[in-house]
């Protein structure tokens, strides 16, 4: 006798025919039932976005600024939450949590002493609507916020200051991060884009 691990049937006869009328969409035939692959104890971590950086790496080309750029395009491609003044909102990328945003001033400046007082101001108080945004909508417990300012304090993207805000919650640490390296991150980023776009308070 041998090992049925998928449980499935083995007999031709219990499946229907790929051309039989009354087959539903999506049932397995014979043949697919054999080649779909053994189940197994392993959970499934469904990133799409990260395509983005298979593909093309952080940068969008060599030289440019993805933080200037970002702006020149449609919110949704760019993944801009808010357009304000001197500053404007956007999703991060690569995000540490769910909700990851950043607050950007338009002009390409690396550092907070370089920041001109309007942009000072605007990067506040557009931190501050952030914060009440993503409690409304995701019911977050707590926050990170800060700016990682030269390359050897772990700025990513040195050349364009930009301020991370991090939602979190209770009970959110895992091994995850410090085992395996990997964050799970239940929702698209541009789902909660438009969510937070939506709940943005209009002027």
Same mark, same amino acid.
């Given at each position: ?52 950086? *298979? ?42 949590? !769910? ?9 390409? *400046? ?12 605007? *990067? ?20 990170? *916020? ?35 390296? !990997? ?21």
């Amino acid at each position: 006798m041998t090992d049925n691990p998928s449980g499935l049937s083995q007999n031709p006869e219990d499946y229907p025919t790929p051309d039989d009328p009354s087959r539903e969409a999506g049932a397995p035939t014979w043949m697919s039932s054999e080649i779909g692959g053994v189940p197994d104890e392993f959970q499934r971590l469904w990133t799409p976005y990260r395509m983005v950086y *298979i593909k093309s790496g952080q940068m969008p080309d060599a030289g440019a600024c993805p933080f200037c750029l970002a702006p020149t395009l449609a919110d949704e491609n760019g993944l801009i939450v808010h357009r304000g003044e001197h500053a404007y909102v956007i999703m991060n990328l690569y995000p540490y949590n !769910t909700g990851h945003i950043m607050v950007n001033p338009y002009r390409h *400046i690396g550092t907070y002493d370089q920041a001109n007082a309007d942009e000072i101001a605007e *990067i506040g108080a557009l931190t501050q609507t952030a914060m009440r945004v993503l409690g409304e909508t995701s019911r977050c417990d707590g926050f990170n *916020i800060g700016m990682n300012q030269g390359r050897i304090a772990g700025a990513g993207i040195a050349d364009h200051l930009h301020q991370h805000i991090v939602p979190r919650w209770a009970l959110d640490s895992n091994f995850f991060p410090i085992i395996a390296k !990997t964050k799970a991150i239940p929702r698209l980023i541009e789902e909660i884009r438009a969510e937070l776009q939506a709940a943005w308070p209009k002027d």
